[in-house]
């Protein structure tokens, strides 16, 4: 059964610093794409950053140059750092892991920017 369990999440205010944690389990994890996605109230869930199993990394516009995706595979985790938060930022972030056409979803980490 594959688990993804994120933590990190928190009310920041604007101009600050979030590091996000996604925890893998049940799934091959070093050959699995990993990924972040948020949603917003009344809004779509949308891809924040994605990394591949070679590590080669892809970033929405909006977050290019304040967020890094990163993954270490000896602890079956995915990061998301998220440096020059704005209040658009604020949603429900989720992990996302991708192998042989199937996707499995964390439940959500909230993550709030305000002052």
């Known amino acids: 059964q594959v688990q993804l369990v994120e933590s990190g999440g928190g009310l920041v205010q604007p101009g600050g610093s979030l590091r996000l944690s996604c925890a893998a389990s049940?799934?091959?994890?070093?050959?699995?794409?990993m990924g972040w996605y948020r949603q917003a109230p009344g809004k779509q869930r949308d891809l924040v950053a994605e990394i591949t199993s070679g590590g080669s990394t892809n970033y929405a516009d909006s977050v290019k140059d304040r967020f890094t995706i990163s993954r270490d595979n000896a602890k079956n985790t995915v990061y998301l750092q998220m440096n020059s938060l704005k209040p658009e930022d604020t949603a429900v972030y989720y992990c996302?892991?991708?192998?042989?056409?199937?996707?499995?979803w964390g439940q959500g980490t909230q993550v709030t920017v305000s002052s």
């Open positions: 049940g799934i091959a994890f070093s050959t699995s794409a």
């Open positions: 996302l892991a991708q192998r042989w056409g199937y996707r499995y």
